[in-house]
């Protein structure tokens, strides 16, 4: 976790109206110089702000279209900023407003474990092939090692399309026999069931055990092989909420992320990305009832731009991501007032021998995506 430096008490004493109001300000004084990005998850004080609302990836790319921005404020956590360093090839500089909003499944998974991972993992194989396929909330060092080790990225909207290409014959895929899945075993897991494959073609990688905890029987039957990594906001949602859920609202349809876990994808209507479920639920009937397993923040907005849909979180409690809400508004004041005054503070720069490995595994997704 990187740190953040205390913010001078003249900030952290401000109104919430003056700290509108400079924002405000700031935006209009550094015109199309600046680009501020906002994701899903984050809540609408910062969201308000935002000029680009997205998941990472398209924001990434939108920070890599932005020829005029110079400078890309990413509402989002750490390995967002870092992508979007990636893809703008240094025309702007990153900045993420907090420090330490970084995320807790990318923790999961450190560079020399992955590494390590894929060496071992290889020689377990007796010479079946082994690919990584890593999704985007990772480091941009892991991103890089998943390049130089024939792989590519995936994000929860098309990582079906990325597996499948690993697993297509050289001349139109990477002629996999094993994917590595890195660092979410529930996307990996839940994608090797969405393609075919059984419970028991998958294995876990536990990286604080010896082989991962793995026997040689273990990686020759697998094609799946489960980076043992999940994110808390998703992985708390439980069958038990779904049935709740149905019993209370009945013809309520229930739409989940990948990350959670397999048993509640499989008892859920329909799962997708955030985008997927944005788009799913802005194409349903009004009147139609929704229930959504994904960050709280994504959920309530869609309540309140789709008044006539009934649209609720499942599950009773908020599901928050805390290095998400990070970033809030008196942080982007700050980044902002430096800029002001010609400072760069809190810029995410990814050294330049990792960004251009890192850019091939993401580059080798946008291509392979429909
Ligand atoms: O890639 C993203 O933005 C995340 C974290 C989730 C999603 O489903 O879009
Ligand atoms: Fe990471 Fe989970 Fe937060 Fe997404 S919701 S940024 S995966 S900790």
Known sequence: MLFQTPLPSEYTTLEASDIHARIAARKLQLGPALCILGHHYQSDDVIQYADFVGDSLKLSQQAASRSDARFIVFCGVHFMAESADILSQGRAAVILPHMMA????????????????????RQLAGGAKIVPITY??????????????GGACCTSSNVRSVCAWAFAPADQGAAADKILAVPDRHLGMNTAVAMGFALDQCVLYDPALYHGGLAEADVRRARFILWKGQCYVHQRFTTRQVQAVREAHPGIRVMVHPECPREVVALADASGSTEQIIRTVTAAPPGSAWAIGTESNLVNRLAKRLPDRFIRTLGDTAALCIQMARIDPVHLLWVLDHLAEGK???????????????RRALERMIAITP
């Open 102 to 121: 970084g995320c807790g499944m990318a923790d999961l998974a450190q560079d020399d474990a992955v590494a390590l991972a894929i060496d071992e993992l």
């Open 136 to 149: 985007v909330n990772s480091t941009a060092a892991i991103k890089a090692i998943t390049a130089r080790a």
């Open 344 to 358: 760069i503070v809190n810029q995410i720069k990814v050294p330049a021998p990792v960004a251009a490995d890192a």
